[in-house]
């Protein structure tokens, strides 16, 4: 069919094209966000032991992307683009989901694509709500002019017009679901981008509203046809898709109400453990460990007779000299120069390979970062099994539910200085604790919390909890480390809720604050640690 004048094809580069993916495995679902990535990508694959006994539990449309978020709604003109682009970059062949459908061309001021396009959008508003809610917020798009493999462009028409041609055939509002068309420039070509608003509970179920008898013997549309969204394709509803809206329409179930909060005074904390910082360190140890000084014991003073000498004098003068020897004797070096070098640069290099895990560590064992969250139900009824979800976008952030979670080898013990014995290193030690004399090698993880995942950006996810009416209860204390380009601003993290009692999802975002100032090596390493047993 031709698209006219304006619609060129736009082929995409070889390089993207040898580098395709499956679009079904492009999309990150809100429901499975907590996959990491390579567990994903081997999971979806086959490769991992158990796989194929775990697949059920992930549906056929919810399948994790590494490139288009659908955590959220796609609003922003970037995030719209994006999806073109992902949909381009899938192979041929590529079959759509239950929330978005592509078309390479449609010609829309013919009656046919007008039908077309209508019974795409009831098909997005007759969907379940809670299982909508999975991906974009509920949210579906039906894009034109562009298709697996290419970007191809579509003739611009006046949106009024398209909203007059479309409905006809969906409605009115208010008696009609709720959609919006615009255009959405992608390399100088214009695609047709309609945005069809997540499905409520208590939505009557939208029909056909008017008959469509097309030319030439296909089958016609009557009024009245009700149409669903199923994976990759829209169809009439059967019997028991019908129930399922009939129950959508008559019965609006209770729904989540909560509200997650933050401690007013709690920030997160930028920890700079930078390849410079780590140097900084190692030429500060190089220099303070040094080398090899003998120093030259001096003889004892002989006892020559003096005017003013006493016997009382003589005695203290020998018991100094014997102290002194047996003293000498006792922090003796056993160490050789070359052994001495060879401990230090041992030492040196080990830490310079701990040092990042041992800030971080030291961070969390002296309560910087520290994250203290409430869920509170804003209703007069209980939830059962809430689980909430939070996730910092930004690069460069992770959480910790505690220090033994830090990964990393564990700091390496400082040599005693040259000419030092091995007692008194332990009397001096024990009299300069730092975080670096406490080990996470060993220690006892506490009950399970949550998870966390830190690749790429962070996400928590916090174990399930049952919550009273109007009641406010504590989440288990975060640690949330930043990078110090962060320090004094304001990250904002988005999160969401669910409950085995009610349905569908819950959700918003909190700002927390970043406290403008990264402790240096001294204030994570030198001070007294405080474990934070008391705080979980």
């Not at 390579?38 to 979806?44: R, V």
């Not at 179920?205 to 990759?232: D, H, L, M, N, S």
Request: charged share 25%; hydrophobic share 40%; glycine share 6%.
């Amino acid at each position: 069919m031709s698209l006219g004048t304006a619609s060129r094809v736009l082929p995409l580069p070889k390089s993207q094209r040898s580098r395709r993916t499956s679009f079904s495995t492009r999309v990150r679902p809100a429901a499975h966000q907590a996959y990491s990535r390579p567990y994903a990508a081997a999971a979806l694959s086959g490769t991992l032991p158990g796989a194929a006994a775990r697949a059920p539990t992930m549906p056929d449309n919810l399948r994790v992307t590494l490139d288009l978020d659908t955590t959220r709604a796609l609003r922003s003109l970037d995030r719209q683009v994006a999806l073109v682009r992902t949909i381009a970059a899938a192979p041929e062949g590529e079959p759509e989901t239950d929330w978005v459908e592509w078309k390479s061309e449609a010609d829309l001021s013919k009656k046919e694509w007008q039908a077309t396009l209508a019974r795409h959008v009831l098909g997005f508003a007759n969907r379940l709500p809670d299982r909508a809610a999975r991906s974009c917020e509920g949210t579906a798009y039906l894009l034109v002019g562009v298709e697996p493999g290419r970007i191809i462009g579509t003739r611009v028409h006046d949106v009024a017009k398209i909203n007059a041609w479309l409905s006809a055939y969906v409605g009115s509002a208010p008696d009609a679901p709720e959609w919006a068309a615009t255009y959405v420039r992608v390399d100088d070509v214009d695609l047709l981008l309609i945005t069809v608003e997540p499905p409520r509970w208590g939505d009557p179920i939208w029909t056909f509203r008017k008959e469509y008898a097309p030319t030439g013997g296909a089958r016609a549309i009557r009024e009245g046809t009700v149409f669903v969204r199923r994976q990759g394709s829209t169809d009439q509803a059967d019997t028991k898709e019908l129930r399922a809206l009939t129950d959508r329409a008559s019965s609006a179930p209770g729904r989540l109400a909560v509200e997650l909060q933050l401690e007013d005074d709690d920030r997160g904390v930028p920890v700079d453990d930078s390849p410079a910082v780590v140097t900084e360190w190692a030429e500060g140890e190089r220099e303070s460990l040094g080398g090899p000084q003998v120093l030259p014991i001096q003889a004892a003073e002989s006892a020559e007779p003096r005017e003013a000498d006493t016997r009382a004098v003589l005695d203290a003068e020998r018991k100094a000299l014997v102290f002194k020897s047996s003293l000498e004797r006792f922090v003796a070096e056993t160490r050789t120069p070359a052994e001495y070098a060879e401990t230090v640069a041992a030492f040196i290099e080990r830490g310079s390979a701990a040092l990042p895990a041992a800030l971080r560590r030291g961070a969390i064992a002296h309560g910087l970062g520290r994250l203290r969250l409430w869920v509170a139900n804003l209703t007069d009824r209980n939830f059962t099994q809430v689980m909430v979800e939070l996730h910092f976008e930004q690069p460069r952030v992770a959480a910790y539910f505690d220090r033994y979670e830090v990964e990393g080898p564990d700091f390496p013990s400082r040599p005693a200085t040259w000419g030092a014995s091995t007692y008194q290193k332990a009397i001096l030690s024990s009299l300069r604790p730092s975080i670096l004399n406490y080990p996470v090698t060993g220690l006892t993880p506490r009950p399970p919390r949550g998870s966390i995942d830190n690749s790429g950006s962070s996400r928590v996810r916090f174990d399930p909890i049952d919550i009273r009416p109007d009641y406010k209860h504590r989440l288990p204390t975060i640690y949330l480390l930043v990078s110090h380009d962060y320090r004094g601003e304001t990250l904002t993290a988005s999160w969401s809720a669910t409950a085995t009692n009610v349905s569908g999802i819950v959700g918003g975002t909190i700002q927390v604050p970043i406290a403008p100032d990264t402790p240096t090596l001294g204030d994570l390493l030198s001070k007294t640690a405080t474990d934070d047993e008391s705080d979980a």
